[in-house]
């Protein structure tokens, strides 16, 4: 019998309305997840009542699988690291 291990995908989230801080976010997250070698998946939530049931008011903000851990600020792909490990 071979048994394969689980893999578990971390869903990360983009909270933003497609500003440029917004898309950097999104760039630095992606390359973290890379770089760690991670099995992810980003989402982009864009429309206002989803961003706000999250209990965020400014953005852009990161969301890892489901906790937001980043609130208005553009974290460097060190510091993306380092929350999303």
């Known amino acids: 019998m071979n048994f394969k291990p689980e893999v578990y995908m971390k869903k990360l989230q983009i909270l933003g309305i497609g500003c440029a801080k917004c898309k950097r976010l999104t760039e630095n997250t992606e390359a973290a997840a890379k770089e760690l070698g991670i099995e992810y998946v980003i989402e982009k939530v864009t429309a206002i009542d989803e961003i706000m049931m999250f209990g965020v008011i400014m953005t852009p903000a990161l ?10 600020k553009v974290p460097s792909v060190e510091e993306i690291k380092k929350i999303i490990e």
């Open 63 to 72: 969301v890892v699988d489901g906790e937001v851990k980043v609130v208005g």
